[in-house]
């Protein structure tokens, strides 16, 4: 249960990203830190300095009120008094003979120092406290011959130092957060262009540009990568140059018997054998255009509308009933050639099968579908995996005429899936079959 828990909360709250994880990794340990040493500092440095400054008032509020109760100077001279030492303490004193003030309240706090109204608790004479709209405390004293008014100004009881420490804890959290994440994006746009040449080259581009970049582990990566894409390509140029051998060896001696062939009497067994020599030389052919594969061509921008409605066009030629509805401005990433061969392989084969087809173009989040549909046979669900493999044929007679070589759906699926694409075979709304061809959508990206 707690494993799900866990799982769930990974999926649904943490990034998915690393530059959002990096942001998790430096953030939170950075806010516990700040957390921790605001609460330990408020708890430890604000609450003494706070009681210090406000015994300090305590003190010199007592004193001058001993000093004033306790003189027998006349008025002019204890107003002097008071002055000198307002300069002294920064203390605004007030002396009000035979003034009375209600002892029955003697505290009205609005937004005062809890320590200066704690140690003012243990002042000898009646007091009453109120507290101005700009934070000044003013303490009314009842002494015996009148009543003394003490004004606090508010730096006095409470210390700046705390706002300070917070700002410049945050501050500097800024500003080493703002120096990682610089290295850290640094870091990370080696490996989006590793990423992106990884991406490019699963596709059919040309990655020759690629340089690896980055720390040690990401340079370690894109080297792989490299000898990697040398040795693909390095294997698919010797299986080309293999295979062309292989044509050329296999060509004389068919044309041999092609030739032998016409130089017998002309029966049914000569016919027949004749027809042998053509289905492996259309065999032949088929396999070489597979395994051959793609990448002489390159990869260019295409508007899909038009591109498919050219294709549309050359088989409406041929008498095939098709219907095309296709959204406009669905722009690709493809080899022309290439996509022309593995689409006409899908209308073809539907067209050799059903009396209509159905073509539609259509966007879906970041991809583009284009779907194939048909009022023919279909194929049976059980074998819909099956004839994507090379020379499998659904029509039993081996006649190539009727059914091919059974390559048609093989090299169609290769030259998707070298597309970044895929293609899925499904039960159609015509009633035959449903042949869905997925292919990213091409998105113009800025260099990283």
């Known amino acids: 249960m707690i494993k799900k828990w866990i799982k769930s909360f990974r999926k649904t709250v943490l990034p998915n990203g690393l530059l959002g994880r990096f942001f998790l990794i430096i953030l939170l340990p950075l806010i516990i830190v700040q957390l921790s040493l605001g609460i330990f500092f408020y708890n430890r440095h604000w609450d003494t300095v706070s009681h210090r400054l406000a015994r300090d008032i305590y003190g010199e509020v007592e004193l001058v009120a001993d000093i004033v109760n306790t003189s027998t100077l006349p008025r002019d001279e204890l ?20 003034a009375k003030i209600n002892t029955k309240h003697k505290r ?11 140690e003012l608790t243990h002042l000898k004479f009646p007091y009453q406290i109120t507290t101005t709209t700009d ?17 606090v100004a508010r730096k006095r009881f409470f210390s700046s130092t705390v706002w300070v420490f917070f700002l410049w804890m945050v501050f500097s959290s800024i500003l080493l957060f703002g120096v990682a994440l610089i290295f850290m994006k640094n870091q990370l746009r080696a490996i989006i262009r590793l990423a992106h040449a990884a991406e490019a080259f699963g596709i059919g581009k040309n990655v020759d540009h690629f340089k690896p970049e980055g720390a040690t ?12 894409k040398n040795r693909l390509q390095r294997y698919l140029t010797e299986r080309t140059a293999m295979l062309a051998g292989v044509s050329h060896d296999l060509r004389t001696p068919l044309t041999r018997l092609k030739l032998q062939l016409s130089m017998l009497p002309q029966d049914e067994t000569t016919h027949a054998m004749e027809q042998d020599v053509n289905d492996m030389e259309n065999m032949l052919n088929g ?14 921008e295409i508007n899909l509308k038009p591109f498919v409605t050219n294709l549309v066009e050359k088989f409406r030629k041929t008498n095939h009933q098709i219907e095309l509805s296709a959204q406009p401005d669905v722009q690709i990433i493809a080899r022309p050639s290439d996509l022309s061969r593995a689409l006409g392989n899908l209308i073809s084969n539907a067209g050799r099968y059903a009396s209509k087809t159905w073509v539609k173009i259509q966007k879906k989040q970041d991809l583009v579908q284009i779907i194939v549909d048909d009022n023919g046979p279909g194929i049976p669900k059980n074998r819909r995996k099956e004839v994507f493999k090379p020379f499998v044929r659904l029509e039993e007679s081996r006649n190539p005429t009727t059914g091919g070589v059974g390559l048609g759906l093989t090299i169609a699926r290769d030259i998707l899936l070298s597309h970044g694409g895929d293609i899925s075979l499904e039960t159609s709304p015509q009633k035959g079959l449903r042949v869905i061809v997925t292919l990213p959508l091409y998105k113009p990206t800025k260099n990283t």
């Open 135 to 151: 934070g000044q405390q003013r303490i009314h004293i009842q002494l015996d011959r009148g009543v003394l008014e003490v004004v």
């Open 217 to 228: 582990e990401v340079r370690h990566a894109g080297a792989a990568f490299l000898m990697m």
């Open 79 to 98: 107003v002097y008094l008071l002055n000198q030492v307002e300069r002294s303490l920064f203390l605004d004193l007030t002396w009000k003979p035979g």
């Open 108 to 118: 009205r706090i609005m937004d005062m120092s809890q320590d200066l109204a704690g």
């Open 287 to 300: 396999y070489l255009t597979f395994a051959r594969g793609d990448g002489r061509e390159e990869s260019k």
